[in-house]
């Protein structure tokens, strides 16, 4: 019933951009929390940035002042700016949701940066 769907993702070189796009859809009406997290092969899933209901954000350290986060004012949508981008955020980027206390997470989409 609730779906969320990433876009965005793809090959870009060091130093360029990308903005993924998370929509969310089905039964979801107290939204605690959207944003990204990712991961690397071998490596465990890690947050990359968080937006809270109240308009507050945080980021990982290792993209701070290159990533922005954002919503739509309907909060059914979360975005990721993404700049700057280092071989080093290779990974697949997953959207997350939490609501009414529950967890729900896009299906991956994959962001590589070539050197």
């Known amino acids: 019933q609730v779906q969320l769907v990433e876009s965005g993702g793809g090959l870009v070189q060091a130093g360029g951009s990308l903005r993924l796009t998370c929509v969310a859809s089905g039964s979801i009406f107290v939204i605690s929390a959207m944003g990204w997290y990712r991961q690397a092969p071998g490596k465990r899933r890690e947050l990359v940035a968080l937006?809270?209901?109240?308009?507050?954000?945080n980021y990982a350290d290792s993209v701070k002042g290159r990533f922005t986060i954002s919503r739509d004012n309907g909060k059914n949508t979360v975005a990721l700016q993404m700049n700057s981008l280092k071989p080093e955020d290779t990974a697949e980027y997953y959207c997350?949701?939490?609501?009414?206390?529950?967890?729900?997470w896009g299906q991956g989409t994959q962001v590589t940066v070539s050197s």
């Open positions: 997350y949701v939490g609501a009414a206390g529950r967890s729900y």
């Open positions: 937006i809270i209901s109240g308009g507050g954000t």
